[in-house]
């Protein structure tokens, strides 16, 4: 079968192929999330035992062409390589089938695990590695840190027989929390409360919930924010409701992606607030091509960022931010991507929580239907 070969020009063609035009180093990491991918950078950069090491976003090798030509041209040369995915085997099945074909019959470590916190058990039959061995990538991934991805990064070297493993074990870190730093208002304005990811934190990747957090307390409301690994963990899920319930908030803003749902069909931990729960975007896209496109968003964040949370009864308002090339890490042949926010878009979505905040405060006999 011929493929015809172009680069992507818009978010309402179909998925293009693209080559990343990389060269091959000793470990390859592959993620679906920027903020992976950048945590990974800067741990790298941190490291005076730095790997050979390849970045790149699984969202630029859905095409199966383009994933052809990175097999061929990087990862049959990769002694190691690990996979953080999202949403289980289904998001990215021809990827999974060809490393898993090229690691076997090349006798590669080949490890891929869940980047969602819910592991498809169907992850384990797609890698090389020993039960073990896939479980420290995953405990070190998933508490996140520099030094946990540092350990992390020295284990994929250890299996591709670069160095020793990793003398220490995942180190915990807190994966949620609220985040005080956002704390600002009049203590007797309307309380908003942001809800946004953990990843976003340490990846140093939250220019867009700050400036949130300010056109709010501009609006008359004071702030506070929590942040989480995932609202489908149990444990940060429960953190969150007993938080919302405790805080009484008048608006929640929901910054994160999914249905928050239990698997039994239990309510979203967001629903103990009682109150609006506005789903604010950060798009994966540039805003360019969100700008030019007649459908907006990406079908990915349609998906994960709309209709998802839409089931939980969450109500859509607009992105706040767009991905925006950063520094290129040369060592790494790799340009990080960060959220940028558009204060055009902040104000908007501010306006809307402060609006359901009026609506909550007017009389009855003051309200009226809009259609």
């Not at 630029?60 to 061929?72: G, I, K, N, T």
């Not at 590695?129 to 420290?136: D, K, Q, W």
């Not at 208002?185 to 939250?206: E, K, M, Q, T, W």
């Amino acid at each position: 079968m011929h493929i015809l070969f172009r680069e992507q020009r818009n978010l309402d063609e179909a998925v293009a192929a693209v080559d990343l035009r990389q060269s091959p180093a000793d470990f390859v990491f592959l993620s679906f999330s920027d903020a992976d991918l950048e945590a990974a950078a800067m741990a790298w950069g941190c490291m005076t035992d730095r790997p050979g090491l390849r970045l790149a976003n699984l969202g630029q090798l859905r095409h199966p062409l383009s994933v052809d030509l990175y097999v061929e041209q990087v990862l049959s040369r990769a002694k190691c390589v690990v996979v953080r995915l999202l949403g289980g085997v289904d998001y990215w099945r021809y990827g999974c089938e060809e490393l898993l074909a090229l690691c076997r019959a090349r006798g590669k470590p080949l490890a891929i695990i869940a980047g969602d916190g819910l592991d498809d058990g169907r992850l384990q039959e797609f890698s090389t590695v020993t039960p073990a061995a896939r479980a420290a990538f995953d405990q070190y991934f998933r508490e996140g840190g520099p030094g946990n991805w540092a350990n992390g990064l020295r284990l994929a070297a250890s299996l591709a027989g670069l160095c020793v493993p990793p003398a220490d074990g995942p180190a915990p870190v807190p994966r949620f929390g609220e985040y005080r730093q956002l704390m600002a208002g009049a203590p007797a304005a309307p309380l908003a409360a942001i809800v946004f990811y953990r990843s976003h934190l340490l990846s140093g990747d939250i220019a867009p919930t700050e400036a949130l957090a300010e056109a709010l307390v501009e609006r008359g409301m004071r702030c506070r924010a929590v942040y989480v690994d995932s609202l489908k963990s149990p444990e940060a899920g429960a953190f969150v409701a007993t938080a919302l319930s405790g805080w009484r908030p008048a608006v929640v803003l929901n910054a994160t992606a999914f249905s928050a749902r239990g698997a039994a069909g239990d309510g979203s931990p967001l629903d103990a607030a009682g109150c609006p729960v506005l789903q604010v975007i950060l798009a994966g896209s540039a805003e360019e091509g969100w700008r030019n496109s007649a459908r907006g968003l990406s079908p990915a964040d349609m998906a994960m960022q709309i209709v998802l949370p839409e089931c939980d009864g969450r109500l859509s308002t607009s992105a706040i931010s767009f991905k925006t090339p950063g520094a290129r890490v040369e060592g790494l042949e790799f340009v990080q991507k960060l959220h940028n926010p558009v204060a055009a878009q902040i104000a908007l979505v501010a306006d809307r929580a402060a609006g359901w905040v009026s609506l909550a405060q007017a009389a009855a006999g003051e309200r009226r239907v809009a259609v």
